[in-house]
Every structure is written in C-alpha cells, then in structure tokens.
C-alpha cells in the first residue's frame, strides 16, 4: 500500500513540472533581420567642412604694416555656426589662430603696403583643436575703403594721390604746390637743411601709399583651402 502512494506521489510532482514547462512564456528574442535592441549607442563621429567653404569671423588681433612683422600671431573668433548634414561642424564662439606670412610697408610713387596672413588651426568651445588651411576671402565691415583683398587673400592698402592731384587742383592747386614747395625750399635759409626742403617737396609731388590697416572687430569670412575634419556628438 505504501508502495501504490509513493508512486501516485511522484507521478502527481512529474505531472506539475511538465504542466508548468508547458505554460512558461519564451524570452522575446531580437528578430534577425531587425535592430539589436540592447545594442549601445555611438557616442560620437566626425564631419568634414568641404573646402571652399566661407565661414563669418570677427578679427579678434589687430593688423598694421607699420607695427605688425611675419610670423606674428593672428586670432578670430567664428561668427555664425558652421552646419554640415544637420551637424553644428563649426559652432559660433570657436576660435581661428593663424599668423601672418608677408608683409610689405608702403613706399614713395604711391607703392601701397601689402600684408597677407593664413589661418592654420582652429579651436572649438569643447576645446577640440584641428589644423586647417585657411585664407581671407572678404572684407563684410571694415572701416578702411581703401583697403583691397584679391582672391589669395592678399590685402593692399589704397594708392596715395598723385602728384596731378596737387597741381590739377584738386589738391592745392598749381599754386599752392608751387609755393609748399618753394616754402620749403626758403626753410633752408633759417636753418633747414637744403636735403630737408627737398624732401618736404618730394613727399608732396611723390607721396607714400597707403598702409594696411585691419583694426580689431573688423569681420571678415575666411575661405578653406582644404576640407576640415572635426568630431562632433550624435
């Protein structure tokens, strides 16, 4: 008897544990052609500004032929942010450092001065920095009209008026250029070198050109010259 309740006893608990096994819900399983859900997220990529690219800045140093020497440092500031297939490349606030590579001072015959500066790293507010290549393609406000920029980014400062100009009169006249000169000239006679009268006439009938004048705040757009990398946050 105590056999036939034994075996009825096992056979009830098999009976429960296959019931249960029978009943148990699968785990949810990814479907092979769809996204692995538990998959992690990239934290980050990079974008490339193609060249050609202008970007707005702001000179933050200040330019002069008479002060400035090659090799000075140069700095700006981005104006407007830099997008690229919906990614902020360039944010507003990253700073450009360059420096300048020529410089000329004005001469006599109305020679103006030329100055000529690259842009060849930049600095993003996360404090990422990567090398670039980058050169003035515009002047948007400056405060100086006689100043020019060609295509190189090379800026040259407005020619002097010609000596016509005195004598035509629409600067002193013929008159007047006449008498500076001999004005001049009679100095000598009261203590002035005869050198020093010749160069009083020289300056009027030959003056300088101008110089290159590129104060700070002046807002420009720089043009890369090859394509700019950066990492940026999905």
Same mark, same amino acid.
């Given at each position: 008897?105590?056999?036939?309740?034994?075996?009825?006893?096992?056979?009830?608990?098999?009976?429960?544990?296959?019931?249960?096994?029978?009943?148990?819900?699968?785990?949810?399983?990814?479907?092979?052609?769809?996204?692995?859900?538990?998959?992690?997220?990239?934290?980050?990529?990079?974008?490339?500004?193609?060249?050609?690219?202008?970007?707005?800045?702001?000179?933050?140093?200040?330019?002069?032929?008479?002060?400035?020497?090659?090799?000075?440092?140069?700095?700006?500031?981005?104006?407007?942010?830099?997008?690229?297939?919906?990614?902020? =490349?360039?944010?507003?606030?990253?700073?450009?450092?360059?420096?300048?590579?020529?410089?000329?001072?004005?001469?006599?015959?109305?020679?103006?001065?030329?100055?000529?500066?690259?842009?060849?790293?930049?600095?993003?507010?996360?404090?990422? !920095?990567?090398?670039?290549?980058?050169?003035?393609? =515009?002047?948007?406000?400056?405060?100086?009209?006689?100043?020019?920029?060609?295509?190189?980014?090379?800026?040259?400062?407005?020619?002097?008026?010609?000596?016509?100009?005195?004598?035509?009169?629409?600067?002193?006249?013929?008159?007047?250029?006449?008498? =500076?000169?001999?004005?001049?000239?009679?100095? !000598?006679?009261?203590?002035?070198?005869? !050198?020093?009268?010749?160069?009083?006439?020289?300056?009027?009938?030959?003056?300088?050109?101008?110089?290159?004048?590129?104060?700070?705040?002046?807002?420009?757009?720089?043009?890369?010259?090859?394509?700019?990398?950066?990492?940026?946050?999905?």
């Amino acid at each position: 008897m105590r056999r036939v309740f034994a075996a009825i006893t096992v056979i009830g608990f098999l009976a429960i544990a296959a019931f249960a096994q029978e009943n148990e819900v699968p785990p949810v399983l990814p479907h092979r052609n769809g996204p692995e859900l538990t998959r992690p997220v990239s934290p980050g990529g990079s974008v490339t500004v193609p060249a050609e690219t202008q970007v707005s800045i702001q000179m933050l140093s200040g330019l002069h032929t008479k002060v400035n020497h090659p090799n000075d440092l140069v700095t700006a500031r981005v104006m407007k942010t830099v997008y690229v297939d919906g990614h902020v =490349a360039l944010p507003s606030g990253s700073i450009l450092d360059g420096r300048i590579t020529m410089i000329r001072k004005s001469g006599h015959v109305h020679r103006p001065a030329e100055l000529r500066l690259r842009f060849d790293e930049v600095v993003l507010p996360d404090g990422q !920095a990567e090398p670039m290549a980058g050169v003035l393609a =515009a002047l948007e406000k400056s405060s100086n009209p006689d100043l020019h920029l060609d295509a190189e980014g090379h800026l040259t400062g407005g020619r002097a008026r010609s000596w016509k100009t005195f004598i035509g009169g629409a600067g002193l006249g013929s008159f007047g250029a006449i008498r =500076a000169v001999a004005t001049g000239a009679a100095a !000598a006679s009261v203590g002035l070198s005869v !050198a020093g009268a010749a160069a009083v006439g020289y300056e009027l009938l030959w003056p300088k050109g101008h110089e290159v004048n590129l104060p700070p705040e002046t807002q420009c757009r720089v043009r890369l010259n090859y394509p700019l990398t950066v990492r940026i946050s999905w």
